[in-house]
């Protein structure tokens, strides 16, 4: 089992503070402890408190980032307390359950890379990814050295949203912990969001200050750099701040997302209040105010078209499993019905 970056200043050093406190009380501390979450096995949670490191074995529902009241008697019993923030995902594959990638983050850092990575709807769904887990979305861009025109990338970043702000920052050319500061203080828990060899674990490295997070260099033939972490763990680095470090994501699928892509979006959301019908799709309406927007070209077409498909997606995801099992029940009984009706004539 990997150890953590071993935290300093007791519970404050792993971002304890008065939202979690006001969860409990002295007595309970005594009889059970509170313990954050650093790691999440098969078999169980890595936590860690003052004076505890330990694994709990499978029963609290909790992730990476969470705070457990440990129960050292019967440790899968441990209470979890209520979160701050949670960032979630529909889960790969075809099940639809959500997944939760960590908890009680402070601020998102949304990581890419100054070369083909680069991909804005992809850092749109991330960044309503954050925004609905009330985080503060960042944008990083990485490797600016080797790409012609860092400047564009910045530029383009820059347009997706006044609420995000963006940061180009060389991640082994120094200069990581102060171009990253305003977010990284004593007691805020930060994290790398992004795909697989942006450079999320070489920005840990170097906030950590040779916390010996595994890296590997960039591959010649894509530009791309090589996956290095395998699972989310939470590192605690010097001046007080926890960073997770995370596995790129293959597929990103929204759900449970309405606010935070409404947020992202707030203009074409607020927009289309002003459409003739309620229910407008905005393809081709009479009286659909966000059209009118594109035809007067106060609004980018590619960044309605990804609106559109981003706000499609997380209704079609988060439509509940029991809801479209008892469409399908009822449309495979009108089926019945029409062919036993056939039948008959």
């Keep these: 089992m990997a150890r953590n970056t071993e935290a300093k200043g007791g519970l404050a050093g792993l971002g304890w503070r008065a939202f979690f406190a006001q969860q409990t009380d002295i007595d309970e501390m005594e009889r059970t402890p509170p313990v954050r979450v650093t790691q999440v096995h098969r078999n169980g949670l890595y936590v860690l408190g003052e004076e505890i490191e330990a694994l709990v074995p499978p029963g609290p529902d909790a992730t990476v980032g969470d705070w457990l009241m440990y129960d050292t008697d019967a440790p899968a019993r441990s209470r979890v307390l209520e979160r701050i923030s949670i960032i979630k995902r529909r889960s790969a594959g075809l099940e639809r359950r959500m997944q939760s990638i960590a908890a009680n983050i402070d601020t998102t850092f949304i990581v890419t890379s100054c070369n083909n990575d680069f991909n804005l709807a992809r850092l749109e769904r991330y960044i309503a990814l954050a925004l609905e887990a009330e985080t503060q979305p960042v944008i990083v861009l990485t490797k600016p050295d080797l790409a012609e025109d860092a400047d564009r990338y910045a530029e383009e970043a820059g347009s997706i949203s006044d609420l995000v702000p963006v940061v180009v920052v060389n991640a082994k050319g120094g200069g990581v912990s102060e171009a990253l500061a305003a977010w990284c203080g004593a007691g805020q828990t930060v994290a790398f969001l992004g795909s697989s060899g942006v450079g999320k674990s070489t920005l840990t490295n170097a906030l ?14 894509d530009a791309r750099g090589r996956h290095t972490t395998t699972r989310r763990q939470l590192h605690f680095v010097p001046g007080g701040c926890a960073v997770l470090d995370t596995p790129g994501m293959r597929e990103l699928q929204l759900a449970d997302a309405e606010a935070g892509i409404g947020d992202l979006f707030s203009d074409l959301r607020d927009l289309a209040t002003e459409c003739k019908f309620n229910d407008c799709a905005h393809e081709s309406e009479p009286g659909c105010a ?5 035809e007067r070209g106060e609004i980018d077409a590619a960044r309605l078209a990804r609106w559109k498909k981003l706000v499609a997606e997380e209704r079609f995801n988060t439509e509940s499993l029991t809801d479209r099992r008892m469409r399908d029940r009822a449309f495979g009984k009108m089926v019945k019905r029409t062919i036993k009706g ?4």
Aim: charged share 35%.
């Design 342 to 345: 056939s039948r008959k004539r």
């Design 290 to 294: 966000v059209l009118a927007a594109v």
């Design 208 to 221: 950590a200050a040779g916390a010996d997070v595994a890296t590997q260099e960039v591959r010649e033939d």
